[in-house]
């Protein structure tokens, strides 16, 4: 009998390892599909009810892996793969087209219990950036892969691969088509066409945090240009002692300013709290500077905040203790 209540007692200690029914934690996530300067008549009512219930499937595809205990960076990718497939957002199949009229995809992601981070940048023919990101995270020795090279691990590591058809969207076409005859009359690139991003971060039970970006990039970009997402510390960072941050918006800005990293930063060093260092970096710096666009961002503590200094920023949270919202508009 004793030696039956000890396996007894075993078994309930390995079921509290391994099955989330005994994890304790609290969870949150947080998600956003890009952030710019949209006018609200733009979006049309059944196009507003189609980015909200979008944005409700990719938090409840990452809160279906927190509550029960998952991890964030399963989390964080599986709520970035509903958005990629959505022709919705500028990531994956929504993806904005290059001035010779392709798609070229960027991601990356991030886990703040070890520093381990992923990315990828230029990819054609990979249906999910930000599973290939992960890939290189996890099977390579390396952070970032680019183009054909990035494509080839990705085909290894088993990767679902499509042709680059598969990212066609006609309603980014026809946007394409306008860039194209602005370009012709301005002759300069339109800032609010560096818009367009989607991006997730959580924290799990168990207290660790992770972050995830994906984007098409900008409209009509040329020679090879990368953005900021698939740049650890510019677009995309996580450090357990601090935050998970995923931005979007005007991405040559956000790599000179380092912004992901330095929300961090400025927590660590300074102590200021997360959406004292996020407001500060978005609504302060980088609009003195003329630079668009907004972060999601969740601490260790697992607070939420979501600023922007544009019109719009297609976003969403949910926590463990019931609250959660979608939007776009800053209202």
Not at 207 to 235: E, F, H
Not at 271 to 297: C, D, F, H, P
Request: proline share 2%.
């Amino acid at each position: 009998m004793k030696r039956m209540k000890k396996l007894f007692v075993f078994a309930l200690f390995v079921a509290g390892i391994c099955c989330p029914a005994f994890s304790q934690g609290s969870y949150s996530l947080a998600i956003h599909g890009g952030a710019g300067n949209v006018a609200r008549e733009s979006v049309s009512p059944e196009r507003e009810v189609e980015y909200h219930e979008k944005l409700r499937e990719a938090l409840d595809a990452g809160e279906a892996i927190l509550k029960i205990g998952g991890s964030s960076l399963d989390a964080v990718e599986a709520a970035v793969r509903i958005l990629e497939d959505s022709p919705l957002f500028n990531a994956g199949r929504g993806a904005v087209f290059t001035a010779e009229g392709t798609n070229e995809l960027d991601a990356a992601i991030m886990c703040g219990a070890t520093l381990d981070a992923g990315a990828v940048a230029g990819i054609t023919t990979l249906r999910n950036p930000i599973s290939a990101a992960r890939k290189v995270m996890e099977n390579s020795p390396h952070v970032m892969l680019v183009g054909k090279g990035a494509e080839q691990f990705g085909y290894e590591q088993g990767l679902d691969v499509v042709d680059p058809s598969w990212f066609f969207d006609q309603r980014r076409w026809e946007q394409y088509r306008e860039h194209l005859r602005r370009q012709q009359t301005r002759g300069a690139l339109d800032v609010n066409d560096k818009m367009g991003t989607v991006g997730a971060v959580a924290l799990d039970m168990h207290g660790n945090l992770a972050a995830a970006t994906s984007t098409g990039g900008m409209m009509g970009k040329r020679y090879g240009r990368v953005g900021d997402v698939p740049v650890i510390g510019a677009g995309t960072y996580a450090n357990n002692a601090t935050c998970a941050v995923s931005a979007t918006g005007h991405g040559e800005f956000f790599i000179r300013y380092v912004v992901a990293h330095e929300i961090s930063a400025m927590m660590m060093y300074k102590g200021a709290s997360l959406q004292n260092a996020s407001e500060e970096l978005i609504n302060q710096t980088l609009r003195e500077i003329g630079a668009n666009g907004g972060v999601i961002a969740v601490d260790k503590d697992g607070n939420v905040s979501m600023p922007f200094n544009t019109t719009a920023m297609y976003r969403g949270y949910v926590k463990s203790d019931g609250t959660h919202s979608v939007g776009i508009f800053a209202d």
